[in-house]
C-alpha cells in the first residue's frame, strides 16, 4: 500500500503533538507539520515536497486555512490537492461556504484522536482517488 502523504498546518503546538501522535496509528499515512501557512507555503515553493491531503486548521496568524489553500492552490502541482479543515466552525452555512472555497473535508474540533487516521483516509480515498489525478506525478521529494 502507497502512503498517504499528509500536510498539518496548525499553530497550536499541543494540536499539532495530538494529530501527530493520532496519525501515527495508521502506518500508511506519513505527516509533515508546519506552525503556520507562511511556513508551509515557503517550503513547498522551495522543496516541491510532494503530498496528497493538506489538514489545515481554519484560525491561523498571518492567514486563514481557506487563504492557505487558496494560495497552495496557484502553486504549480498542487493545484488538485485535498484540502481538509480542522475547526469548530462547522454550522451547515460555514460548511457550505468551505465547500464554496474548494475545500474537501471538515474535521470537527474536538475531534476523536482515535478515528482522526481513518476519517483522513476516508477523505483522501472518496476525493482523491475517485475525481482528481494523481498530484504526485513527475515530482521529486526532499
Known sequence: MTPIKLLFVEDE?????????AVALDPFIEIRTFCSGVEA???LEQYGDPFDIALVNLRLPHMSGIEFHE???MMPGYEHVV???IT???RDNEVA????AGITGVIAKPFNA???AAELRRIYERHALKNQPSNRENRQSL
Open 71 to 73: 494560495h497552495m492552490r
Open 114 to 116: 482515535v478515528t482522526l
Open 97 to 100: 461556504a468551505y465547500n464554496r
Open 88 to 90: 469548530a466552525m462547522v
Open 83 to 85: 484540502t481538509t479543515l
Open 13 to 21: 503546538a499541543d494540536i499539532r503533538t495530538i494529530v501527530e501522535k
Open 41 to 43: 507555503l515557503a517550503a
